[in-house]
């Protein structure tokens, strides 16, 4: 039965290294535990119960260091973050599902909104979305 835990092992480690996005490796680790059980024991239902205990220990074992290096993955802002937020102007009209586009920053825009902007009107930038600026009429203060 040690044959069959090393060959699983051997394809949870492939998986692994095919994906490099932590998927398999818990239960490749277990069936390596199950691997040197059967050399203890022939029963299938030990083996598996090793198999099964180890891949969830190992799990959550590793599972805080996971998050924590994967939380250390930060969105580095681009140059064209820097237009969220700001004030621009409507340069042609812009309707509800329909493009049109604004000026900012001396750089002109396609850009949307959910409401019915005028040329000329001021607006505020939400966010954006590819290569478009989401839009709402700047609010009066």
Not at 42 to 62: G, H, K, P, R, Y
């Amino acid at each position: 039965m040690s044959i069959y835990w090393i060959i699983l092992f051997l394809i949870l480690l492939f998986i692994e290294l095919a994906t490099v996005n932590l998927i398999s490796i818990w239960f490749a680790i277990g069936a390596l535990g199950a691997f040197v059980t059967a050399f203890f024991t022939d029963s299938i239902l030990i083996q598996l119960l090793v198999f099964v205990v180890i891949s969830v220990v190992s799990l959550f074992v590793t599972l805080p260091i996971v998050k924590k290096f994967k939380s250390k993955e930060k969105i580095v802002p681009t140059n064209l973050d820097r237009v969220i937020g700001q004030i621009a102007e409507v340069t042609r009209e812009i309707k509800p599902n329909h493009y049109g586009e604004v000026e900012i920053f001396g750089t002109t825009w396609t850009a949307s909104s959910s409401d019915s902007l005028a040329v000329g009107e001021r607006v505020k930038v939400l966010k954006l979305d590819g290569v478009k600026l989401i839009v709402q009429r700047e609010e009066k203060k």
